[in-house]
């Protein structure tokens, strides 16, 4: 299935999605964060935490700041101190910070020349290791091949203890799950540190650490070669670490992050500054890690209505493919978000669903789009919620979805057991398996309902942008466009780690991965 879409009505949303979104990167440009400073010095191999678990980034970037200021980056006045004696490597300089015992300087002359080029030095080899990772997973992908269709089977585990989430990962994954999402701990999106460690404690999820990515990739590889395909595993890079978590996502070879624009703006009450600061960050390293981003327009229409926001879906989609392109991404790494969440108690309900996917196929045909299933109107039945989600695979099917979310019939009960995964995950291969290429036996009509349906809501983006346009994209979300939600500019959690960058300001990850750097530098990461 396809629509025929105007062509130039096309190439006008985007053009207006860029003139929204140049004013955003723009500003995220002349910005940084303290997530972005501790994303640098983890790439250069700084990792653990002191003995109450704040890790030795936080440290490190809060003596800097204190000293001489974030403004320059954290890069400069850290590795002119390691040039200085101060310590010996990264680890010993953040313990000796946390006690006071270094004194930071923003170098100058030919002293601020070789604390460039060593910080240019790690930041290249920390590249190279991400690099690497890359290649193990294009290896593996070789080697083992591919799910044999699409919609990848994408299934939820999350315990809260990883030893637990590791068996039910790969139970799901021999059950037929293609994406393991391990989901992360309520909470830990307003949490401005990174926790160490395998953690067995979580709130309706796991905590997104580097050794609890290391232990749940490892475990996927094992039933990867046991299952002769790759399992991928997806987390997410959002809240206040963002930046941070992305760094340790390609560190670790995960595969897919949750990543969308203004998620943490809406959901989370993040500052939009932060967001879009930490965001572009974030997603340069996904570009170069090869991750594929899966962004959370689904979230808008559990909040407001499906078919009324429908545009708003379209807009943010279009938003978000710009700010990852900007960012590096290419065609093939945006899971770009929507969802199944239209009142079914709504005649021709299952129509109007059709419409809003083609239309997200059609606009973005490159893309593996994320299709997530009914749970707004969810309502404890699980029979009816069964056939529901029976209904979500056959859209999914019909409109060539990339990345398929598992639906649970269980929404709204309880928290699914594995023998609900295993009905769920039944539901989905029926219907993939039963509908084949069913979509290439059916052409909406030009002028029917399907078709209609889905121009309306594209005419309706345009409108919208050509608003946010006139009056800003950070306007916009103030006033509660998407989703409802009402964030202004000047507020939300995560404004004070938000800092004006200086003439002199120096990241050597951002500077190498936009090309800006000393190719010598480099170390054959790029």
């Known amino acids: ?42 790439l250069a191999g700084l990792s653990g935490a002191d003995g109450d678990g704040l890790p030795w980034p936080n440290h490190l970037v809060d003596a800097v700041r204190a000293q001489v200021g974030l403004q320059h980056g954290v890069a400069l006045p850290v590795w002119d101190a390691l040039l200085r004696g101060q310590a ?71 315990t809260g203890d990883i030893y637990e989430d590791i068996p039910q990962a790969q139970a799901a994954a021999r059950e037929g799950a293609d994406v393991v999402a391990v989901i992360r701990s309520t909470g830990q999106s307003l949490l401005d540190h990174v926790p160490e460690g395998a953690t067995r404690e979580g709130y309706a999820g796991t905590y997104a650490t580097a050794e609890n990515f290391r232990l749940m990739r490892a475990a996927l590889d094992d039933v990867s070669r046991e299952l002769g395909r ?39 009450d993040i500052n939009p500054l932060r967001t879009f600061t930490d965001q572009r960050f974030a997603r340069q390293i996904h570009a170069h890690a090869g991750i594929i981003i899966n962004t959370g327009e689904d979230n808008y229409l559990t909040t407001a209505d499906a078919v009324s926001g429908a545009h708003t879906v379209t807009v943010s989609q279009l938003l978000n493919e710009y700010f990852a392109k900007e960012a ?72 060539g979805q990339g990345i398929l979310l598992v639906g649970m019939m269980t929404e709204a009960v309880v928290t699914p057991f594995l023998s609900d995964r295993d009905l769920a995950l039944r539901n989905v291969r029926y219907v993939l398996d039963a509908a084949g290429a069913l979509g290439e036996d059916f052409q909406p009509a030009p002028d029917g309902f399907i078709a209609t349906r889905a121009n309306t809501v594209l005419g309706e983006a345009i409108d919208l942008l050509h608003r946010i346009e006139r009056d800003s994209l950070l306007t916009a979300i103030g006033e509660g466009t998407f989703g409802l939600m009402r964030r202004p500019a000047d507020r939300g959690r995560g404004r004070d780690g938000v800092l004006a960058k200086a003439e002199d300001y120096l990241n050597p990850v951002a500077d190498l991965l936009e090309g800006t750097a000393d190719p010598a530098q480099w170390k054959g990461a790029a």
């Open 1 to 42: 299935m396809k629509l025929d879409l105007d062509q130039t009505t096309v190439a006008l949303a985007r053009e207006l999605a860029r003139r929204v979104g140049e004013p955003v990167v723009d500003m995220a440009k002349a910005h940084t964060t303290t997530s972005v400073e501790r994303a640098v010095l983890r």
């Open 88 to 158: 010996g490597d990264l680890r010993e300089l953040a313990e000796k910070s946390a006690a006071g015992a270094v004194q930071f300087r923003l170098p100058t002359g030919r002293d601020a020349e070789v604390a460039r080029a060593a910080a240019g030095t790690a930041a290249a080899a920390g590249l190279t290791r991400v690099r690497a990772r890359r290649t193990e997973r294009e290896a593996m992908i070789a080697e083992l091949g591919d799910p044999p269709r699409r919609p990848w089977i994408y299934l939820i585990v999350a």
């Open 230 to 268: 790759y399992v991928r595993l997806t987390n997410y890079a959002s809240g206040l670490c963002m930046p941070e978590i992305a760094a340790l996502a390609g560190l670790e070879r995960l595969d897919m992050m949750l990543n969308d624009s203004m998620y943490g703006i809406l959901f989370r």
């Open 328 to 399: 590096g991404l290419a065609d093939w790494q945006l899971g770009l978000g929507h969802a199944f969440e239209i009142d079914p108690d709504l005649p021709d309900s299952f129509r109007l669903e059709l419409a809003h996917a083609l239309l997200a196929r059609s606009l973005f045909p490159d893309a593996p789009l994320k299709w997530m299933p009914p749970t707004k109107h969810m309502t404890g039945d699980i029979f009816r919620g069964y056939l529901l989600d029976g209904f979500f695979n056959l859209a999914g099917a019909l409109t």
